[in-house]
């Protein structure tokens, strides 16, 4: 199995949310389902303000909790990207993938009763195309390779802000954290 | 070229469930206006294209007959030549009641012209390749990262790559800032002119041979005012910059510990950022049109010009002190690439410019009756019906409370419009139109290096009509010749542009055309034309939808503004009164005077706005506030373009546009974070939920612009429109005011996040 990653460079997002919004067209996601967000933290008082912004969304984890605690079989990896998929007419709708998961990428859909949460754009990926928070990123802060390539880059992190270890299960978003943060 | 947020919601824009989707008649309007307090809460009737147009014809018919033309109050706009169709119907039909005047670019729409000879969008800036030659550069009020991303943003991380420092001077520690800046200072909102002064005054005051400051050659050599040695002929030798600047002229001297107690910069940060701003060479400062967008604001294009000339920073690489907004964001030099002509010729409105009246003030001028004509002068309006087309205004004018009455005296208003925005809600009958994508595209320039031709995706959905449609059908009834309403049709005018599209030559000594358009290509668009030979094939442009001039580090397009000026003023002089560029500027003063609001200025004294800082006192010089103690500062934010796609939920609910408070201000109002607060002072009051954020001053609110007015039961502004907060006070020569000042508190009411509200869903 293969294994793709992303990389988010926090000194060049703008906060623009054209990934999120990119996300909601391209998968038709009613108010209160998403499947990213950028987060904004401060630290400081005025004017010495620090001021970051953070993605998140599905990390497509090498050993993910989600697929470890799905009864059915729905929540799949999938061979030749390694993103993780939710198999719509496997799922049950039961909810363990959204409380194993330790970034809060899974939910439960109130109107389909299905889990949801990114695939990868993985129907986009068979064309020869880009996960769509990809291709439209406009400060091209955002990218999607294979991991070994963002093993070997000094600098990265899989861990930002509160995020638990990555020992845990191994996501494969790669941050590389804002100058001055406190990583 | 990527999308922005707001491009990937087109889909919610276009075919949303709140599309309008067929002709409709507020339920209790009748003739003579019916219930007018109804408008913006009555409901609505379906009714047929037939009997909406029969309708807006005969209103227009009567209310001329009885009451003249000047009684219909037309609010069209010229959209690259695309729109301004109903300006067509009504100039042929007798003529309406206009307006002019600034809405955005605040006073450098008028003042820069009789300042330095030129009006221009790019202003002064220099090629956007050229600021990776600036040592330093100022983001004055400029936020591209919200408001013009991402091309200016490329443009200023090159920069900063290039070894540039940024400094961010801003009433908010803004995302451009906290990605690029190195820096930043805090000012007020629309006191911008109090520390440019003081800066001038420092610079004064440290300027020596050994570390000089300030260009004494260019200032002798280019301009006039600075000090009495170079004044311009006739003007009085007292009323010069420096001796104003000193306190010579009023006993006052601009001192940064002066300005500081108005603009909220520390004393020391002021001294640092003079020097810094003095001895680096060059500097490069872009202001936003914000810094201007004040009453009596004249007075920042002055200081920013002087400063400019102060410094020198104008005509050589890397340094201009310059507006950069918009399309033109970082963008300097004359267009590489533009489309030609429609092949429409507008009809002259048969009533005179002379009887016009201000965009600043001509809300009050329907209520009262009478409108500012001049010095001295006012002119009397009776006006019946006002008309929408190519308009949000209600909500993105100053004073949308008394718009609203406005809106709610007269017989008749009538919108086309293909969502409920604020104009569509507080009419009569709305006319339901087509979305660009599915009329026969669009040819748009204004970008240095690009144009871009939109092109028609789908057909109308439900009944919607292209605005043309719409102009023919109310001529046919008004009995105008349908040539005249309509001469080119959208389509050829379309061809007519990408026909005379030029591009430049690559080595710059002129254009050329752009496009190859064969024989094929004009039959299957069905227009009439000439085969052409140019640079790219129809089908290529067709295929990319846009063109982009390639540029090169060096290359030929490279543009440094007023450099042959610089250079040698006495044979490239500017277009001024004199030649020069004008420190004193006599033309200006002139102008706002026989505006007929105030009294005109020719050099930078500040003059405060009606709401501006010192407003929030009631003894300034006690430092006693007020019973509005706080500015509330308006500002672009990335959820719409102004009022439009608000309505999209995708973008409601990744844009939430709080209310956004310091915690100096929150904690003693005994506010929280995700509170519903209103915001309020003698206009109006808006209800927002609360953002506590350190980013933004203290003494200061800011809250995102373009969303549309919706009155609650109190009377209350839930939809979050700043210009609920507004006042009516113009300026010369046609300056809006966006400042104003509010208190802030609890309110009891919940409020639900805008994404989650109903959506005007009619039919």
Known sequence: MSQKGFRYDMNKCLECRACVVSCKDKNDLPVGVNFNSIEERERGKFPDVYVWFTLKMCRHCSKPACVEKCP???????????????????????????????????????????????????????????????????SRCLTYVDVDELKKEDGLVRAVNDDVSPNLTEPNLYYKPKKGMKA | MRACARGHAQRQQVAGPDRLKYPMKRTHWE???????????????????????????????????KYGPKSIFLMDENFNNQGGEIFRVLG??????????????????????????????????????????????????????????????NNLIRAKEAGAKIIAIDPMYTTTASVIADEYIPIRPATDTPLLLAMAYVMLKEDSPEKPMIDWDFLNRCTVGFDSEHMPEGADPKMNFKDYVLGNLDGLPKTPEWASKICGTPVDTIYRLAREVGLTKPVTALFAWNSARADKATHVCLAQMTLAAMTGNMGIPGGAFSCSCQERSTEGGPALVAPGSTGVTAIKNPIPNSERMCANEHWRAILTGKYTAGQGAKKDLDCHIIYHAHSNIVSQTANT?????????????????????????????????????????????????VMIWTQKVIDPLFEAKDDGWIALELGKRLGLDPKEVEPVSLKQ????????????????????????????????MGVE?????????????????????????????YYVNNKAFREDPEKNPLKTRDGKLQIYCGELAEMV?????????????YEPSVEGYEATFSDFEKGIKGKYPLQVCSVHVPRGAHGNVSNSLWLREAFPIPLLMNPADAEPRGLKEDDTVKVFNDHGTVVRRLHVTERVMPGVVMLGEGSWVQLNEDGYDIGGCPNVLTGTFPSGPDIESFVSIAEVAKYDKPSLPDALWPQRIIF
């Open chain 1, 72 to 138: 059915t079989g729905a929540m799949t990896k999938d061979d030749d990207t390694g993103m993780v998929y939710v198999k719509e007419d496997v799922c049950i709708g039961c909810g363990m993938c959204a409380k194993a998961c330790p970034y809060g990428a899974v939910q439960i859909r109130d109107d389909k009763k299905k889990a949801a949460k990114c695939d990868g754009c993985l129907e986009l990926q068979r064309r020869g195309e880009l996960p769509v928070c990809v291709a439209s990123c406009t």
């Open chain 2, 31 to 65: 003739h003579g206006g019916g219930d007018k307090s109804l408008r913006g809460r009555d409901t609505w009737e379906r009714i047929s294209w037939d009997e909406a147009l029969d309708i807006v014809a005969s209103e227009i018919k009567i209310s001329k007959e």
């Open chain 2, 92 to 153: 042929l039909y007798g003529g309406y009641m206009s307006k002019y005047g600034s809405r955005s670019r605040g006073a450098w729409r008028q003042a820069m012209k009789p300042i330095l000879g030129y009006d221009r969008k790019y202003h002064n800036q220099n090629d956007r390749l050229d600021l990776v030659k600036a040592k330093l550069i100022l983001l004055w009020g400029s936020n591209p990262a919200w408001n013009s991303y991402p091309s200016a943003m």
């Open chain 2, 401 to 449: 409370m008394e718009s609203i009455e406005a809106h709610r005296k007269v017989d008749f208003v009538v919108t086309h419009q293909f969502l409920l925005n604020s104009c569509a809600m507080f009419s009569d009958v709305v006319l339901p139109i087509t979305t660009p994508w599915e009329r026969d595209g669009m040819v748009l320039g204004g970008a240095r290096e």
């Open chain 2, 493 to 524: 005018q379309n061809f007519n542009m990408l026909a005379g599209a030029k591009v430049a030559k690559p080595d710059n000594s002129g254009m050329e055309t752009l496009l190859t358009i064969t024989a094929e290509d004009i039959k299957a």
């Open chain 2, 529 to 557: 034309g000439e085969p052409q030979k140019g640079r790219i094939t129809l089908s290529e442009l067709r295929e990319a939808g846009s063109y982009q001039v390639p540029r090169k580090m060096d290359d030929a397009f």
């Open chain 2, 593 to 605: 005077t026989k505006a007929g609001w105030n009294e005109g200025k020719p050099i930078a004294i």
